[in-house]
């Protein structure tokens, strides 16, 4: 069996973008990634800043209970002008419709967004997770974003908002080993989990 694609969920601080980006330049397959996010602001016809915020978030619950409400007169009944409303939620659905054209076309390495969820059960994708040691993942993101002052809260933030994303979504847990073929330790050796990766990806087929 051939697979024509590849998606890859990781921990935030693990590498997992990075491993994604090495093993496409590998295939040569397409990288989606934060090419989605502008795709995203093209189809929606909204700042890529604004895309960018919403990318694998969930919106606040106030702002979903109070979201049918939207449009509606002060009763809550009566219809007012159409509201145009680009939240979290039809950010969500704008990037699954473009995982499963992506994969249609198929060569492609994609990242997250829940795409492990979107394409299971596919016979030729392979989904890989990607962890790293806590240590590790500290080390990455305080060399990589020094802005940052409270690493360990960032981490578990994005952390939180991923797996958020992925429960809302698509009622999963996004660590669930049932959800991969193969969980990978990166080690902070990006090079080394890329091959691990490609040479499963290989046996498998």
Not at 184 to 192: K, L, Q
């Amino acid at each position: 069996m051939q697979y024509k694609t590849l998606t890859i969920a990781r921990e935030y601080g693990s590498g997992g973008a990075e491993i994604a980006g090495i093993i496409a330049n590998s295939l040569g397959w397409r990288l989606v990634d934060k090419t989605l996010i502008t795709d995203i602001s093209n189809r929606a016809r909204v700042p890529a800043g604004e895309a960018a915020v919403l990318d694998e978030r969930v919106d606040p619950w106030l702002h979903r209970i109070t979201r049918p409400l939207w449009g509606k007169g002060v009763d809550g009944f009566s219809a007012l002008a159409p509201v145009d409303l680009f939240d979290a939620d039809a950010a969500a659905v704008l990037a699954k419709r473009l995982i499963e054209e992506a994969y249609s076309i198929g060569q492609c390495v994609i990242v997250g967004r829940g795409s492990q969820c979107i394409l299971r059960g596919k016979e030729d994708v392979f989904h890989a997770f990607v962890y790293a040691r806590w240590a590790d993942r500290v080390h990455r993101i305080q060399s990589r974003e020094v802005h940052v002052k409270d690493v360990a809260a960032r981490i578990h933030s994005v952390d939180g908002q991923r797996l958020g994303y992925v429960r809302l979504h698509y009622r999963e847990n996004q660590v669930d080993p049932h959800l991969y073929d193969l969980m990978v330790n990166s080690r902070n050796r990006t090079d080394a989990a890329a091959r691990l990766i490609l040479s499963a990806m290989e046996m498998a087929r």
